[in-house]
C-alpha cells in the first residue's frame, strides 16, 4: 500500500480503537456469555476512556451488530485463505462447514453475539446484507447450477443461503441442535436449496448427501 493508498492517521486511529473495544468485548463474552457486560467495564477492559465505546458505537447492541460483522469477515478470510476447489455447490458445503468450525472455537461467545440480533434495534443493521455476500462469494459464478435456473438463483440464492444458516444457527443457540448436530444441520438445508438449481449431473450428488444426511438424523435428542 503507497502512502497515497493509505488511511489518514485520525481513521487509522479511529479504526484501531474500534477494534480495541471489540477485542475487549469479545474477552468480556468470554468470561460470561450472557452478555451481561456494563459499557464501564468494557471501557475498562479496552483500556479507553468510559465515553469511548458510546463515542465509536453509540449503544452495546450496536457493539453486538460489530462484531456479528466480523464474524462474517472471519468467515470470509478463512474462506478466501482455504480457496476450496469445486463448482458453487462444492464451495457453498465448504463455506458452511468453514463457518461452523469458526463458530465451534468459541461457541459460547459466537452464541451471545449471534443471539443478540434477536434483540429489537431502533437502527437496522448491515448484517443480512454482509451474510449474503459472504454466500454470494460461495456461490462465485454459480458453476454447477443449471443455465436456465442461474439467473434466477444469482439474483436469491444467496440470500436463502443466509437465511437457511442464521435459521440453524438460531436453533443451536436455543439447544435445539447440538454443536455436533449443527454442521449437518446446515448442510442438509444448503443440499435442498441447491438442489432446485443443480444441473442436471449434480442431482445425483446432492440427492445422495441428502439421503446420507437424513440416515444420520439422530430419531431423538439424548436428555441433557
Known sequence: MTDAERPPLRERNRQMVRELVLDAAERLLGRDTTADFSMRSLAA??????????????????????????????MRTRFESEAPAGDAIDRVLAMGR????????????????????????????VVRQRSSELWALALGDLSGLAGETAGLAGGMLAEQLAFSFRGCLSFWIAGELSDGELAQAFAAGAGALLLGFAEPRRRPHLLAHLRDGQAHRPSSRPDD
Open 45 to 74: 477492559e479496552a483500556g479507553v476512556g468510559f465515553a469511548t465505546p458510546f463515542n465509536h458505537f453509540g449503544s452495546k447492541n450496536a457493539i453486538m451488530q460489530a462484531l456479528s460483522e466480523r464474524v462474517i469477515a472471519r
Open 98 to 125: 468453514i463457518g461452523i468450525s469458526l463458530l465451534l472455537e468459541q461457541p459460547g461467545v459466537y452464541k451471545a453475539v449471534v443471539g443478540s440480533l434477536g434483540v429489537v434495534s431502533p437502527e437496522p443493521s
